[in-house]
């Protein structure tokens, strides 16, 4: 049965992660979207949260039993409440050091995951995305051929978080075009490989500004048999993209709840005509309807984790949350601009960065998971 009391090691995680969001992530979003970067030191200590850490064995330079997709939720939320620009920078790793530690050979295991443990923030990307229209990620147009001793990668990706930085790109390609998810593997892709091609500068987002993605291209790109994640037995790709698309769906709901709670207190402090604007029942019902579908959100999220964490199937569940997740955040975030009417058009105030930020869920796969 799904249980909606927290253990007491998710109620510490959430309110350890909620206290650095509001108090320090919060407070520099608007800064950091004006810089188009995010703070180095947000990002330092938001590692020292040790969110991989926790979920990666001793022997591998952590100190806990595997990934938990229901933590995982909870922390993610949480962590984009404060800014979801710093929350997908910070998690970003999180989809090169998960795979491998769950699909990764013993020594891709030995060799990736203390650097993903680390003191310091190392940055890994991950390659899914490809910049074309209609993209679908069981029919990926990035290849992956066997040749003798190598595989050689050819294709484009877009959306890359953080690639300019990392010393390994995580990029997902077809093995065997057609096959669906059962015909994609990935691969470990350092960054100086020859042929390998990152963008100069970061793309210019709609949303997310502070965070810095990347254009990559793969020029029949040779990697050794050895950069396939798994080796022969390689990995699970539907597993990968359906949590994935949980990480990306707790994410959304922490934008809601800041959406929903901004324009709960803007309605009862702004004052028009003698009164609260948030006694016009038109604004109250839509105000009461971005709390409704916040929560609703949350509870698709939260039983397709639940389900993952119990070994169960949870892949449709999985794309049910993500899908809804990036429709409602649109429409709480756009109810939100509504509230505070032309002022929420401003840059001056909240409302139009959460806004553009939403519109990004509908395009992102891939970047992180729980």
């Excluded at 109620?11 to 800064?31: L, N, Y």
């Excluded at 989809?95 to 890994?124: H, I, R, S, W």
């Excluded at 015909?183 to 965070?211: C, D, R, S, T, Y």
Aim: charged share 25%; with cysteine; proline share 4%.
């Amino acid at each position: 049965m799904l249980s909606f009391e927290p253990s007491e090691e998710q109620a510490m995680v959430k309110e350890t992660i909620a206290g650095f969001a509001t108090d320090q992530m919060d407070p520099a979003s608007r800064e950091m979207d004006e810089a188009c970067a995010v703070s180095t030191d947000l990002v330092k200590t938001g590692w020292e949260l040790e969110i991989i850490s926790s979920c990666v064995p001793e022997e591998y330079g952590g100190f806990g039993e595997g990934p938990s997709a229901l933590t995982g939720a909870i922390a993610y939320e949480e962590l984009a409440y404060g800014d979801l620009s710093t929350a997908l920078h910070i998690c970003s790793p999180t989809m090169m050091a998960y795979t491998v530690l769950m699909y990764g050979t013993e020594e891709q295991k030995q060799q990736l995951l203390p650097v993903a443990c680390g003191d310091e923030f190392k940055a890994a990307a991950a390659a899914l995305v490809e910049p074309k229209f209609a993209f679908c990620p069981s029919k990926l147009s990035t290849t992956a051929k066997h040749e003798g001793e190598e595989y050689v990668l050819k294709g484009s990706k877009c959306l890359v978080p953080l690639a300019a930085d990392s010393d390994n790109l995580l990029v997902f390609a077809a093995t065997e075009p057609g096959a669906g998810f059962a015909g994609v593997q990935a691969f470990v892709v350092p960054k100086g490989a020859e042929n390998l091609v990152i963008g100069e500068e970061p793309e210019k987002n709609m949303g997310l500004k502070a965070l810095k993605t990347y254009e990559v291209t793969l020029n029949n790109v040779k990697v050794p048999l050895a950069a396939k994640v798994g080796g022969q037995a390689g990995i699970d790709y539907l597993e990968l993209i359906s949590r994935s698309r949980l990480a990306l769906a707790a994410m959304a709901i922490g934008t809601m709840k800041r959406a929903a709670e901004h324009s709960r207190d803007y309605a009862k402090e702004r004052i028009a005509f003698g009164d609260p604007i948030g006694s016009r029942q038109a604004i109250a019902f839509m105000i009461a309807e971005m709390f409704m579908e916040t929560d609703a959100t949350r509870m698709l999220v939260w039983e397709a984790a639940w389900k993952a964490d119990r070994g169960e199937e949870f892949a449709n569940d999985a794309a049910i949350a993500k899908n809804y997740a990036a429709e409602k955040c649109m429409k709480v975030c756009d109810g939100a601009l509504q509230v505070m009417g032309g002022h929420g058009y401003v840059r001056d105030n909240m409302p139009e960065l959460w806004f553009r930020n939403a519109r990004a869920f509908s395009a992102l796969e891939g970047m992180i998971m729980v």
